[in-house]
């Protein structure tokens, strides 16, 4: 054990920054972050490309332990997990800085912020958890923006959800180192992973990222985890929505991953710095979703837009309306307590606890730190 993993857990109250263990000492004196696969090479004072982790003292430090841009109760759907506690709340937060500069990034305000402001509101993991707790929230998601880079508060806000029987749900683009990857995900419960393309060539121009470590990511963890997993693909126009990128997509979710894992096609809208684009039309989404039917996938959605045949969750065997789904909102359920087709018994992918939630869609913005209580 390296000097750095033995000084963690030095976290005095109310300090946001705190020492890191995923990092070494390159040869010119640089300091270089192991997290993730963009593996920033740091002098003293300065931060990577996150922004909230960065070089101090000879060692990487995470600047933004315990601060967040802000706290909302969504629906579960929403993250958007589809097939996890259906129709449950879910506390939503996230801090600031992302790992990935992706030109169509649709919470760029918080994701590219480089303003401490933006980490107006703070909360302990106890804080958090027990706000979890008072709202009657079934989860906590670390969303908004990448939980990798504040991986050692969401780690210790996870634990202290735990505790509580609360559980956690990280919303990321699986660019993640593997040796970081298996300690941050045996917090976690749930995943959606943003699965942005799959051509090397969109993450390296429109992302500044590569694919592979996020198909690693995707393997990990329905191969060698625990945890519940769901994909995210959003479609932009001319970009990543061929048919034949569609299906290569698809075929290779079937054939690494298995045809349980949900595949979620979400629409783009012009933001950030590609605003030269049109939104994504309901019938991109319509088309990506037949093309993964197509390819063996049971649970394949269409998001962000009502669409209730492509929202909902369908028995595998005898395709039964198992979980209707209008957007966020729920209609008529037809599974039993265990998870399984009220009309032929077919055990449905997931995680269920007996009747479904009843948040709906709503959204509820939360202050936690004393000074707004
Ligand atoms: S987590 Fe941040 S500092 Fe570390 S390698 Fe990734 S972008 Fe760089």
């Not at 993993?5 to 972050?33: F, K, M, N």
């Not at 601060?67 to 993250?79: A, L, N, T, W």
């Not at 908004?144 to 210790?156: I, K, L, Q, R, W």
Request: hydrophobic share 35%; charged share 25%; with cysteine.
């Amino acid at each position: 054990m390296d000097e750095a993993a033995e000084s963690i857990g030095v976290r005095p109250p109310g300090d946001s920054i705190i020492d890191t263990r995923y990092w070494h000492v390159l040869a010119d004196g640089r300091v270089q972050c192991d997290v993730c696969p963009r593996a920033c090479k740091l002098r003293d004072g300065q931060r990577g490309l996150c922004f909230v982790r960065g070089a101090e003292a000879g060692r990487i430090k995470l600047f933004s332990y315990g601060r967040s841009s802000g706290f909302c109760v969504d629906p579960i759907e929403k993250k958007p997990l589809n097939n996890f506690l259906p129709g449950t709340s879910v506390l939503s937060f996230g801090t600031a800085g992302c790992l990935l500069a992706c030109k169509f990034c649709q919470n760029w305000d918080m994701s590219k912020s480089r303003e401490m402001d933006t980490l107006a509101d703070s909360a302990s993991p106890e804080d958090l958890a027990a706000t979890a707790e008072r709202l009657g929230c079934a989860s906590i998601a670390f969303t908004y923006n990448d939980p990798v880079v504040f991986m050692e508060y969401a780690m210790d806000a996870a634990d202290a959800c735990r505790a509580r029987g609360i559980k956690s749900v990280a919303v990321t683009a699986g660019y993640m180192c593997a040796e970081p990857r298996i300690e941050f995900y045996r917090h976690m419960d749930a995943a959606n992973v943003d699965l942005k393309a799959f051509t090397e060539s969109f993450y390296y121009k429109i992302c500044g990222g590569a694919l592979a470590p996020v198909l690693e990511t995707l393997e990990y963890l329905k191969t060698e985890s625990n945890v519940w997993l769901e994909i995210t693909t959003l479609l932009i126009p001319g970009e990543n929505d061929s048919d034949a990128e569609l299906n290569q997509l698809t075929q290779w979710v079937a054939d690494k991953l298995g045809p349980d894992v949900p595949l979620h096609f979400t629409a783009f809208h012009p933001d950030w710095k590609m605003r030269d684009k049109s939104c994504t039309p309901p019938a991109t989404l319509t088309r990506a979703r037949n093309i993964a039917l197509a390819n063996g996938l049971h649970y394949a959605y269409t998001g962000n837009i009502h669409d209730r045949k492509g929202g909902s969750t369908y028995c595998p065997h005898c395709g039964t309306a198992v979980i209707e789904r209008d957007w966020y909102e729920l209609g008529r359920w037809r599974l039993a307590d265990s998870g399984a087709c009220k009309s032929c018994g077919t055990q449905i992918a997931g995680v269920f606890a007996g009747e479904p939630g009843t948040w709906g869609a709503r959204r509820v913005g939360v202050r936690i730190s004393p000074q707004y209580q």
